[in-house]
């Protein structure tokens, strides 16, 4: 799937993901170190983009293209660099992953303990596991803040989703394909460095802390593949792995790095007590794919996509509520709490229908595809299932259209509520 191929839903794109670029705003200090540009839409069919934030000194240059080359020897500076006079050092420049966890903002803080220059990096995507309530930037952005580095968010929704159609190094035990995922990451970072001067990349990751991408035999894979090779720097585990050419050109201390490996947390975060490091987020994954009830519903929207390309509004709904598949075609979507029933409210379509309780508080439903009679009822009964009526041998549903449909009398619908067997072969993760 061409990368460029990716459908924004009206609206909404600047509402709920590139919203998150602007509601971090509301979150800085007046005086923040935030230079705004505008972003370019992905493609001409997009909804109109929200200002992208770039967190940065005044004099840092403008965005870097994700092209970079694939040759470690050709981003590498051959020996330190120095002044003009050749009296003083030029400031070592790193690019570094900041996811916002507990692990690249120790790897960052221990670059920072050598005098190494950092800019951090924060891929947003869709598939963030963030609450809905708080912008995905919020923690890297504090955690950046905390740590006196610029912040750069790069786009990465688009990227995911082409390589979710054919990872080359297939998935993890779910829709997770971690290491095309790390390469694309790594690339990206890598123009960053190219363009912005810097010298090498540093990544939190962690010798044997994850089954599929951070073993030793994938982290030499990702070095080969990508082309960086020795440019990438991992400094929690950086003893345990071979001297990279940070290290071997004495830009680095490779005595002053950590020799950390496996699941355990607990000296990373003795590690992060004894800096004063609070803003940090859980120690748990950060990437929806790895969830097996999205990754259900995620693997189950791409089985009946056919040819079509993948749309942000249905990508955004398989977040929240109950999932159900009617027929190839036909899904509904039942909410669980009051936030839900308003997110689905929200990312509802003109063409849907909407299904809740007229006599009682409960979950706002949505029916999307075929809207038969049949599927209709079925999709009341298991909103009444779902309700306070639960136990009532009948139960009224109203049914209306979604948001900005067509202006008209509200239908009632009148079922017995599903029974606890009856949604098993139709619900989805």
């Known amino acids: 799937m061409p990368a460029r191929h990716v459908r924004y839903c009206n609206g909404f794109m600047a509402t709920h993901l590139d919203g998150a670029f602007a509601a971090i705003i509301a979150h800085l200090p007046t005086r923040s170190n935030l230079l705004l540009s505008a972003a370019r839409p992905p493609s001409a069919a997009c909804a ?45 420049k790193a690019i570094a992953l900041l996811s916002g966890g507990l692990d690249s903002s120790l790897a960052i803080r221990l670059m920072l303990d050598q005098g190494i220059e950092v800019e951090a990096l924060h891929f947003v995507s869709i598939f963030n596991a963030t609450a809905p309530e708080k912008p995905s930037l919020l923690r890297p952005l504090r955690v950046a803040r905390q740590l006196g580095v610029p912040l750069k968010p790069i786009r990465f929704t688009t990227e995911q989703l082409a390589i979710l159609r054919d990872p080359a190094h297939g998935f993890g035990s779910q829709m997770n394909p971690c290491i095309d995922c790390h390469m694309a990451m790594l690339r990206l970072a890598a123009g960053r460095m190219r363009q912005t001067g ?100 995620l693997r189950d929207y791409f089985d009946h996509l056919g040819g079509a390309e993948p749309d942000l509004c249905d ?64 999709a009341a009964a298991l909103t009444a299932r779902y309700s306070k009526l639960r136990s009532e041998s009948i139960v009224a549903i109203e049914v209306r259209p979604g948001r900005k449909g067509p202006e008209q009398p509200v239908r009632l619908v009148e079922v017995a509520p599903a029974s606890d067997a009856g949604d098993g072969p139709l619900r989805i993760g």
């Open 198 to 297: 810097a010298h090498f990349l540093v990544t939190g990751e962690v010798l044997g802390q994850r089954p599929m991408s951070q073993r030793g035999f994938a982290l030499a894979q990702i070095g080969k593949e990508t082309g960086l090779g020795g440019l990438i720097l991992r400094p929690l585990s950086a003893k345990l792995l071979p001297p990279t050419v940070p290290e071997e050109k004495g830009w680095v201390d490779r005595e002053r790095l950590l020799d950390l490996h496996g699941r355990s947390r607990k000296p990373q975060l003795e590690l992060a007590r004894r800096y004063g490091l609070t803003e940090h987020g859980s120690p748990a994954g950060g990437c929806l794919l790895t969830d097996p009830g999205f990754a259900a519903r």
């Open 48 to 92: 109109p983009a929200a200002p992208r934030l770039l967190w940065r000194r005044a004099s840092a240059p403008g965005d870097g293209g994700p092209g970079a080359s694939s040759m470690s020897d050709a981003l590498v500076p051959r020996a330190r660099p120095e002044s003009p006079r050749g009296k003083q050092a030029v400031k070592v």
């Open 315 to 378: 990508l955004h709904l398989l977040k929240y509520g109950r999932h159900f598949r009617l027929d190839a075609a036909t899904r509904l979507v039942i909410g669980r709490v009051h936030r839900e029933n308003v997110t689905i409210f929200t990312f509802s379509r003109p063409t849907d229908l909407l299904l809740t309780t007229r006599d009682a508080p409960g979950p706002t439903a949505l029916l999307r595809g075929n809207q038969t009679d049949g599927h209709l009822r079925t």
